[in-house]
């Protein structure tokens, strides 16, 4: 579930003339219609964190019918999608976000996530590539564009990518055990080992990395390393 507290941001980013205070004839009507809308959108946000998606869905819908122009609602809307595993339709309501609010401070990331899950690769890389252009120092960004260009089969690019994670201070921990993957990957074996032991260094109770580390000194024929490792990685998964 990738639902956040976005209730609070949503609100504060619309703009639109539904929620004016009106100065003519027709302001009792406007502000009528953005109590509707804030409505039917705060509703719709409660009903999908109780996991009632489908009344969520609705509510949404009602927002989006109140104000077509509401980027939070087709947003939301998009995330209530992919919980519910329909991409195909999570998609097209992120795409929209984006287009009525370009500066919305997770649209970017869950459409690239979203090209991703369904192995759209091209679209989540052009993407990508464009918003780093003016946003550099987004790791979030750089983890997802090195996964894609993993899928792409672009190890070096991957790399990079992972890099700029690290550096950019995005859960370093995991930029380094997604380093040490790609590094596998490219046959780079006493590289990956070293950007295991930073990730450890980092977060010593991730398992997935003593794991990965552990299998890569097996292969090896460091069996000391490799037992201890394994030991690690059973102890931390209850084992």
Do not use: W
């Amino acid at each position: 579930m990738r639902r956040g507290l976005l209730c609070v941001i949503a609100l504060a980013g619309i703009s639109y003339g539904t929620f004016l205070r009106a100065e003519n004839e027709q302001g009792a009507s406007k502000d009528i219609s953005g109590v509707q809308v804030q409505t039917h959108f705060l509703q719709g946000h409660k009903f999908a964190e109780f996991g009632m998606y489908d009344n969520a869905i609705d509510e949404f819908k009602k927002a989006i019918e109140a104000d077509p122009n509401f980027a939070g609602a087709h947003f939301e809307l998009g995330l209530v999608y992919v919980d519910t595993d329909r991409l195909d339709d999570a998609i097209p309501e992120y795409k929209k976000a984006l287009a009525l609010d370009p500066n919305h401070p997770r649209v970017h990331y869950e459409l690239v996530l979203a090209y991703y899950d369904k192995g759209m690769v091209d679209e989540g890389i052009a993407l990508s590539e464009v918003y780093l252009k003016d946003h550099l120092d987004k790791g979030n960004i750089h983890s997802l564009l090195g996964a894609l260009y993993i899928k792409k089969g672009d190890l070096d690019k991957a790399i990079s990518e992972f890099g700029k994670q690290i550096e950019f201070d995005h859960h370093p921990e995991m930029g380094y055990l997604n380093l040490g993957m790609a590094l596998i990957k490219k046959g780079s074996e006493d590289e990956a080992i070293q950007a295991f032991k930073k990730s450890i260094e980092l977060n010593p109770r991730n398992p997935r990395v003593h794991y990965q580390l552990g299998t890569l000194y097996e292969k090896k024929g460091m069996k000391e390393e490799a037992e201890k490792e394994m030991a690690m990685y059973k102890g931390l998964m209850g084992q």
